[in-house]
């Protein structure tokens, strides 16, 4: 099923950010490598809510937990993303999405595209690296610039965009850097060139050939369920239009048309636990972020009512929650999420609204 919408901007309540240590902008690499958000200390009356990526690509971890822990600081919120990731021949190699950046700029998150310079050999293969790290003088720089910067997010990331072809150069410069200091071999040089040849040419064409490969994802994405979703309904792709000149190429996990009114569900499973992490649910909120807002949903040139859905599933049959102290707290949070911003929960095809949990 293919469904499109629109959307005009963000309205969402976040109440299930963790709290946030400090850092202080001195000990930055000291410190970002053991905290995926973060308060950054810039100056004595300056704050930034950071996060970062280890990947490019967001399916490989839980970046959204990580963005999502900041949205609720009052200041300005930044996460950084590294151009792209290669873990050496034996590994992976990620590249950025324009729709990356565009959603951030939509969730108002000022993003720095920066690179890895530094890293060490995996044990475990001969041409596959681990322990990446930013190159903590150029993060410096372009914090500095964004702390004097008097523009909006989208305005920001757009520039960033911009200069996305220099920073790509560099981060090859330091992969090949690596990749001889370390006797590892890199995945194709040509190929990553060939990438920056587009970046270079500017936003636009970064912009078109980013979406461009997020569209054929979408389609190998709706054609097949990942092994952690239990999903029942049908796998639909969702294509969104916004004030920000650009289309999203997303997919649903399942798609219901009941009368009016048509269900977009976002799947978490888990197998082990009576519950997915949180940070898996914390992933599947920012989704929510989008599912709440949008407008004019239509399936075959029919307008529908949109009515977003958290679906979550496990193996375990839920325990007597009278003994069970955490998972009280984590239903009720969830609950107390879904309640403010207009979604509906299930766990196990039961509505949590309707879920005794007891004080």
Not at 202 to 231: D, I, Y
Not at 315 to 320: E, S
Not at 325 to 353: P, S
Request: a positive charge.
């Amino acid at each position: 099923m293919d469904v499109t919408a629109k959307i005009t901007g963000i309205k969402y309540t976040p109440l299930t950010c963790r709290d946030l240590d400090t850092i202080a902008l001195a000990d930055l690499e000291n410190g970002l490598p053991h905290k995926g958000s973060f308060l950054l200390q810039v100056s004595s009356k300056s704050q930034i809510a950071m996060s970062w990526w280890t990947s490019s690509k967001r399916t490989r971890t839980y970046p959204y937990a990580r963005v999502y822990d900041t949205l609720n600081f009052q200041g300005r919120k930044v996460t950084i993303i590294p151009i792209f990731k290669d873990e050496g021949e034996d590994g992976d190699r990620d590249f950025l999405q324009w729709d990356t950046i565009s959603l951030m700029s939509l969730l108002g998150v000022y993003t720095i595209i920066s690179y890895y310079n530094q890293a060490s050999k995996n044990s475990k293969y001969k041409n596959k690296i681990t322990g990446q790290h930013y190159d903590y003088q150029h993060l410096r720089y372009e914090i500095k610039k964004l702390c004097s910067y008097q523009s909006d997010a989208l305005h920001w990331n757009l520039e960033q965009i911009g200069n996305a072809g220099k920073v790509c150069q560099k981060a090859l410069d330091a992969s090949i850097k690596i990749s001889r200091k370390l006797k590892v071999r890199m995945h194709s040089k040509s190929s990553a060139e060939g990438r920056i040849d587009e970046l270079l040419k500017g936003k636009k064409s970064f912009m078109s050939f980013s979406r461009k490969l997020a569209k054929e994802a979408q389609k190998r994405e709706s054609l097949t369920n990942q092994p952690k979703e239990k999903l029942t309904g049908s796998k639909g792709t969702l294509t969104v239009s916004n004030y920000l000149g650009g289309n999203y190429y997303l997919t649903v996990d399942e798609i219901e048309i009941r009368g009016k009114n048509i269900l977009l569900i976002e799947g978490k499973h888990s197998k082990k636990s009576y519950l997915p992490s949180m940070a898996d649910i914390k992933d599947g909120f920012i989704k929510l972020f989008l599912l709440t807002n949008l407008k004019k949903v239509r399936v075959d040139e029919r307008i529908y009512n949109v009515k977003p859905i958290l679906k979550l599933t496990s193996d375990k049959i839920l325990p007597d929650l009278s003994t069970n102290k955490n998972l009280r707290h984590k239903l009720r949070q969830i609950i107390n999420e879904a309640k403010a911003n207009n979604f509906n929960v299930t766990l196990n095809q039961n509505d949590l609204a309707n879920l005794s949990i007891g004080s």
